[in-house]
């Protein structure tokens, strides 16, 4: 569980590659080895017990028609709505931290968020290795009040996402909300460093699916942000213009994936790019699996991840500074 906290808390341009994953990245639609063991049908959720969160303070959402709410689906809880932007830290238990911060971004096609299954699951396992996590609960486009509107928007975009003739898709929404809201987390996790028990020179950043493709826009676009290292997982997979300071890149995707399409332009661009990257295509395992789940390959992704910055130098505490 996280610390106590007293805050009241050519090349395809980015975007558009983005489009190849957002209105798919719907993974509360997809049939992923969940569905074997949890119900699919969209339920009522009473707003569960959350963290402790710090309000980021960088606005609401416009024509936003409903208040926040959250449902049930694959067995995990979601949430939609979301007009305030929050950070939940996940810290290293005293005398446990490495110095090390990722910055999580769970997923959701910028509709709702897979906030425990993209989120605190993964911020809870990197305190345990030590490293300082923080759950960014982004805004988000609106959503129908009803759950049948919002079943009827979600068949919508998984049609459209799923559509095979190559037309335009209007799936990607105006990123300006959910860019400043991580822009706003990571200056605040540089500015509590001290406190926090963080390198600055170390924050990276993970997401999941739409959260992802935040992941990859930030480090694309961000004039603020200097992410140490990034972890896009079950991403777009689409080609980019990389930036020659572009940060390495920790990427993973299934080949059951409906967003892979056996496509490795993003890897690819990193590499002609001259930086590094890793790239796992995982047998299986869908789309959706965030820490992974029994009987799939990806299951196993975590601990890879955990390797790949370690030995990239990026779990070892640095030499403090001569005065």
């Not at 009241?8 to 569905?35: D, E, K, N, Q, Y």
């Not at 935040?214 to 480090?219: D, G, N, Q, V, W």
């Amino acid at each position: 569980m996280p610390a106590p906290f007293n805050d009241h808390i050519t090349t395809m341009h980015p975007l558009r590659s983005l489009l190849m994953f957002v209105g798919a990245g719907l993974a509360l639609l997809v049939a992923t080895s969940t569905a074997l063991a949890q119900d699919g049908t969209i339920r009522p959720l009473a707003p569960p017990a959350e963290p402790p969160s710090i309000r980021l303070g960088t606005g609401g959402v416009n024509d936003q028609p409903a208040a926040e709410s959250w449902f049930q689906q694959w067995g995990e809880p979601m949430v939609r709505n979301v007009s305030t932007a929050t950070l939940t830290p996940f810290l290293p238990a005293a005398g446990k931290g490495n110095g090390a911060a990722v910055i999580v971004a769970p997923g959701g096609g910028f509709r709702w968020l897979s906030i425990n299954n993209e989120g605190w699951k993964v911020a809870r396992a990197l305190a345990d290795q030590g490293v300082a996590a923080f759950v960014l609960k982004y805004r988000l486009q609106p959503t129908p009040d009803s759950l049948d509107g919002l079943k009827a928007s979600m068949d919508r975009l998984f049609a459209a996402a799923g559509a095979s003739d190559g037309a335009p898709r209007p799936l990607m929404p105006d990123l300006a909300n959910q860019l400043a809201d991580a822009e706003a987390a990571y200056a605040l996790v540089r500015a509590r460093a001290g406190e926090w028990g963080v390198d600055p020179q170390r924050i990276g950043m993970i997401g999941f699916s739409a959260g992802a493709g935040l992941t990859l826009h930030a480090t694309l676009t961000s004039k603020t942000m200097k992410l140490a290292f990034i972890g896009p997982i079950y991403g777009g997979m689409g080609p980019v213009v990389v930036p020659k300071d572009a940060p390495p890149m920790f990427n993973a995707i299934a080949t059951d994936d409906f967003l892979f399409r056996g496509q490795f332009g993003v890897v690819k661009s990193w590499f002609d790019a001259g930086r590094p990257v890793e790239f796992h295509l995982y047998q299986n395992g869908g789309h959706g699996f965030g820490m992974g789940y029994p009987g799939n390959t990806a299951n196993g992704w975590f601990p890879v991840f955990m390797h790949w910055l370690d030995v990239n130098g990026f779990l070892k505490p640095r030499p403090a500074k001569a005065p």
